[in-house]
């Protein structure tokens, strides 16, 4: 099975999409992206130094911009964007990538909300100095406890041996001389600390911005940060997107879905690097690919073919005069009592539960609709995005009152 990443910032380096650019078609696609940001990805691309691609309001348009350039030649069709079967995820802001590749929004959408996402959350770091650590190594417990006690947030969760501290300078230098034990500090290239507290003005704004957007469902898996499900209606993905701005990113909890659902490689649009690498140490086994240049492309086209070609549909490419509702994770599904066929379900009604050693997952069926065929049975285990019930969708014309019977 076949993962597409996007990673967040950090990842960016002076001059990294010029080799992009030496060609005329990514060239184009880059000062379009670039108009509708209303920033000159151009020249920070090729020739803005570190200090000034670090800049929050610079950095994330600069990733979003060139995870498309990358994913839009891999997919040239947006109904195929990250195509095939498989899995797609984002880290932190590359979870905007990953919801244009999967179609949830379109890929101008994306760029006006990271514009106005990078915009607020510097705004939001400029009202008081703040950064992030990550803390390489050290036991896990310890490392939590110690970040508790200087106040600090575990802003990334990035897999074994990996956690990222954010939070005021102060607070960051107190760290420095205080560090859990066995554990490396590395000041990361960012200029706030993301993922908390401090972010909420920022989620305020996007969350007007986003009730103006248009959402569709994702074609193919797409994990959230917030806990590593599979999220299948669009508008809960866009609101978590924004929610995740002030809240913990757990990509630890989207490797170990990508585990559970049997990920054989695992391809990283550019700047890549930093997720090809926490996969070497998280996912033994899986076959890593870091797409940077152009000239990768065959080769990138030949990976997503060994790995995704072969894999059975899930279903969600299925005609869109069904609608499947679908596992968000791995457990035991326990059915809703009363959800029979021909049962007419409102929108959002719960039909079930996923339990696992970690959490209970309620499962709703975001349109509704008449249940045609349950395809597993009660205390079945499933994985992630596998189908659980397929539904006819409801026609507008049924009244409320007949949806409620």
Known sequence: ???????GQGAQTPGFLKPWLTES????????????AGLDLVHYGTEA?????????VAQPLLVAAGLLASLELFPHPADAF??????????????????????????QAMVLVRERGRAMAEASAARPTSMTAVLRGEPEEVLATLERHGLTAANHNGTGQVVAAGTTEQLAALAADPPKGARLVPLSVAGAFHTVH??????????????????????????????????????????????VANPVRWDLCLQTMADLGVTGLLEVPPAGTLTGIAKRNLKGVE??????????????????KH???????????????????????????????????????????????ANLREEIPVSAPHGGVVVEWLVEDGDPVSPGQPLLRLHPVVETVSAAEVNR
């Open 83 to 108: 195509g095939f079967t498989g899995v797609a995820a984002g880290h932190s802001v590359g979870e905007l990538t990953a919801a244009a590749g999967v179609g949830v929004i379109r890929a101008e």
């Open 288 to 305: 890593v690919f870091a797409l940077n240049t152009p000239d990768q492309i065959p080769d990138a086209l030949d990976f997503v073919r």
């Open 199 to 244: 972010m909420a003005p920022a989620v305020a704004h996007l969350e007007k911005l986003s009730k103006a957007i248009t959402t569709y469902d994702p074609r193919i898996r797409l994990l959230s940060n917030a806990d590593g499900q599979v999220v299948q209606h669009g508008r809960e993905v866009l609101d978590r997107i924004v929610r995740q």
């Open 49 to 57: 130094d570190a200090e000034t691609i670090r800049d929050t309001a």
């Open 25 to 36: 078609s990514f060239a184009d696609r880059l000062t379009w992206l670039s108009a509708v």
């Open 308 to 354: 995704g070609a072969d894999q059975v549909s899930n279903g969600q490419h299925a005609n869109p005069t069904w609608r499947l509702v679908v596992a968000p994770g791995k457990g035991e599904f326990v059915r809703t009592e009363g959800v029979d066929v021909d049962e007419v379900l409102p929108p959002a009604a719960t039909v079930g539960t996923v």
């Open 1 to 7: 099975m076949l993962a597409i990443v996007a990673p």
